[in-house]
């Protein structure tokens, strides 16, 4: 059974600094990882799939690496609006979502 | 545009029923699945079950197999969840999502969730 872990749990940013998320799986994944944002009070949206490939409308800003296990959401110049909490998925098995990184400001 | 339009917040006491609603549009009922994700209160995200709304096969997670029931209407594109008795810790915040991936008869491969409804808060009290 795959097991997904996000670190840290609470990253305090300054608007405008680079934000590096993490994310770990216990078994490869080879490509088939997502990010979702979610905002409070709001639902999750989905930012980053294939590891790297941004979905629609999300900005330049917001980049994704990694294969395997080893996984790292970046947010080079964060704005106000990037605080949220920020979840890992898996696909390559079925769905399993990371606990979450929240972004705060710093 | 794509948009999921999920029915109103409800509040119920325990051992009550319960279907709440997931309305698609802007594509097509018949090319993408459906799932239901839940978040409990200050928690993560966990899918509960995935529903093809074309001939309604359904899959359920292993975690609420037994405990909610997903059903689906194609000709108005809408996904239900339900409950036959609620419990106290049924009590979250339930979200539905368009997929991406696909399925065979044996599993379900690379699903991974692209649009998402606005969510269902569901509070059981008694």
């Known amino acids: 059974e795959i097991v997904m872990t996000q670190s840290p749990a609470t990253l305090s940013v300054s608007p405008g600094e680079r934000a590096t998320l993490s994310c770990r799986a216990s078994?490869?994944?080879?490509?088939?990882l997502a990010w979702y944002q979610q905002k409070p009070g709001q639902a999750p949206r989905l930012l980053i799939y294939?590891?790297?490939t941004r979905a629609t409308g999300v900005p330049a800003r917001f980049s994704g690496s990694g294969s395997g296990t080893e996984f790292t959401l970046t947010i080079s110049s964060l704005q106000s609006e990037d605080f949220a909490v920020y979840y890992c998925?898996?696909?390559?098995?079925?769905?399993?979502f990371g606990p979450g990184t929240k972004v705060d400001i710093k | 545009e794509v948009q999921l339009v999920q029915s109103g917040a409800e509040v119920k006491k325990p051992g009550e029923s319960l279907k709440i609603s997931c309305k698609g549009s802007?594509?097509?009922?018949?090319?993408?699945?459906i799932a239901w994700v839940r978040q409990m209160p200050g928690k993560g995200l966990e899918w509960m079950g995935i529903?093809?709304?074309?001939?309604?096969?359904?899959r359920y997670s292993p975690s609420f197999q037994g405990q909610v029931t997903i059903s689906a209407d194609k000709s108005i594109n809408t996904a239900y969840l339900q409950w036959s008795s609620l419990k106290a810790s049924d009590t979250a915040m339930y979200y539905c999502?368009?997929?991406?991936?696909?399925?065979?008869?044996?599993?379900?491969?690379?699903?991974?969730?692209?649009?998402w409804g606005q969510g269902t808060l569901v509070t059981v009290s008694s």
């Open positions: 999502a368009r997929l991406k991936g696909y399925c065979s008869s044996i599993s379900c491969y690379h699903l991974y969730f692209d649009y």
């Open positions: 802007g594509y097509s009922s018949t090319s993408y699945w």
């Open positions: 529903i093809y709304p074309g001939d309604s096969d359904t």
């Open positions: 078994q490869s994944v080879g490509s088939n």
């Open positions: 294939g590891a790297s």
């Open positions: 998925q898996q696909y390559n098995n079925w769905p399993l």
